[in-house]
């Protein structure tokens, strides 16, 4: 079995790594290779990844290349985890929709549609490429936004899963609440990426008794201080929201805080400083602790799990995934892509049935799908106008005022990468 890495320079690669060594029964790997065109950088993450390798016996050979179709071709799966613009455009989407009084974050809002215009194209392009070397390879998407850019696969006609850590976060802090293995615990996940909702959580698989009463009444106080909502608002909801829901929810305090301190790109790009220094040192075997604080918590196990599943007769029967929505939620269009349960095997997904959701749920879903889709055809047919249109559909901005200010500071900081300016 083949994978490949696009974007296999990322900070984030060694907790992949990691995972792919711990879970090799599952996920039985006989080459790796990493792709970027950051030769340097590629180096030293591949050196460390070939060290975790050997300091855990696992068999198989990795290797590095800034070659895109030498990467991937006859991949069995190549994974896309990649930034186009780097932490320093990261910054920008975090920065200046903060001008007009909006947020400022990099997979919501403006900030979430610069970096869909960024990314879409590219991502195209790769696809392409892999399908003319193995037009049976499965791509699984980790670049964010990951809704938007699954959806521009699947259109395209790739065979594509995105993947999220938010589900699995959960699963396993939810896990360790009960005092149970994290396989016990099955979530009742529905919405879309960085927009869903826990509306259950059940012991033993999909039909399993309902425990998420009794986890907001014994440990409401712990969640909410994880979400950084008051308790009573999730008492009040008695689902657990995604931590992102917070920029819907308290949308303001939120922008009142952003603006206050450092962003989270400036954070990150110390954070990466610091850590391909450590990746350097031939010493190190093993993923640093830091590299925790860089986020993407338990992404490697939920990539190790949707790809066993994909490939094989490994993995998880039941995962959360990003797929066609498939006429799932009867409300949104049949090729939306939503973030749920499904059955995952050879042939891909199959979303579980989910009920009939509360308006208040159903609205906001409808409502980020509306935003999506114009924010794909902002991103494939390029135009201020249509990321007008985008950026007023979106729920967090919705004014005129706010839509023009944003366009014009979008298009201003993003023109190197948008090929239609």
């Given at each position: 079995m083949k994978l490949a890495v696009v974007g296999g320079g990322s900070t984030y690669t060694p907790e992949l790594i990691d995972g792919f060594a711990r879970l090799r029964d599952t996920l039985p790997i006989e080459e790796l290779v990493l792709v970027d065109p950051a030769a340097g950088r590629l180096e030293l993450v591949g050196g460390l990844a070939r060290r975790i390798f050997a300091k855990q016996d696992h068999p198989g050979r990795i290797t590095t290349t800034s070659d895109l179709d030498a990467g991937v071709a006859d991949a069995d799966a190549v994974l896309l985890q990649?930034?186009?613009g780097g932490q320093a455009a990261r910054n920008q989407d975090e920065t200046w929709p903060l001008e007009c009084g909006c947020?400022?974050?990099?997979?919501?809002?403006?900030?979430?549609?610069?970096?869909?215009?960024?990314t879409v194209p590219?991502?195209?392009?790769?696809?392409?490429?892999?399908?003319?070397?193995?037009?049976?390879?499965?791509i699984i998407d980790f670049t964010n936004p990951v809704g938007i850019v699954t959806r521009a696969l699947l259109r395209a006609g790739h065979k594509a899963v995105g993947l999220c850590n938010v589900a699995i976060g959960f699963q396993r802090k939810f896990a360790?609440?009960?005092?149970?293995?994290?396989g016990q615990v099955h979530l009742d996940h529905v919405g879309l990426n960085h927009l869903s909702w826990e509306l259950g959580v059940r012991l033993g698989g999909p039909d399993g008794e309902n425990v998420l009463p009794g986890l907001l009444a014994e440990h409401g106080d712990a969640i909410a201080d994880d979400l950084?909502?008051?308790?009573?608002?999730?008492?009040?909801?008695?689902?657990?929201?995604?931590?992102?829901?917070?920029?819907?929810?308290?949308?303001?305090?939120?922008v009142r805080e952003l603006g206050t301190k450092p962003s989270r790109a400036a954070e990150v790009a110390a954070m990466e400083k610091e850590l391909l220094e450590m990746y350097g040192d031939p010493a190190l075997e093993e993923k640093p602790a830091?590299?925790?604080?860089?986020?993407?918590?338990f992404y490697s196990e939920a990539a190790v799990d949707l790809a066993a599943a994909l490939l094989g007769d490994g993995g998880s029967p039941v995962q959360v995934v990003n797929t066609r929505n498939g006429g799932t939620l009867p409300f949104l269009p049949d090729d939306a892509v939503i973030e749920v349960?499904?059955?995952?095997?050879?042939?891909?997904?199959?979303?579980?049935?989910?009920?009939?959701?509360?308006?208040l749920y159903a609205g906001l879903i409808a409502n980020v799908t509306a935003y999506e889709d114009l924010a794909l055809d902002a991103a494939l047919r390029g135009g201020r106008d249509r990321v007008f249109t985008a950026l007023l559909a979106h729920p967090l901005i919705g004014q005129y005022a706010y839509a023009?200010?944003?366009t014009d500071r979008l298009i201003a900081h993003n023109r190197e990468h948008l090929a239609w300016t």
């Open positions: 990649l930034r186009v947020v400022g974050q990099e997979t919501t809002g403006a900030g979430g549609l610069a970096k869909a215009l960024r590219v991502v195209l392009d790769i696809a392409e490429r892999v399908r003319r070397t193995n037009p049976d390879a499965w360790r609440l009960l005092e149970v293995e994290p950084r909502m008051p308790r009573r608002i999730i008492e009040r909801l008695g689902v657990v929201p995604s931590y992102y829901l917070r920029y819907f929810y308290a949308h303001d305090e939120v830091l590299l925790a604080k860089r986020g993407g918590a349960q499904a059955r995952v095997g050879r042939e891909g997904p199959a979303p579980l049935a989910v009920p009939a959701l509360d308006p023009e200010g944003l």
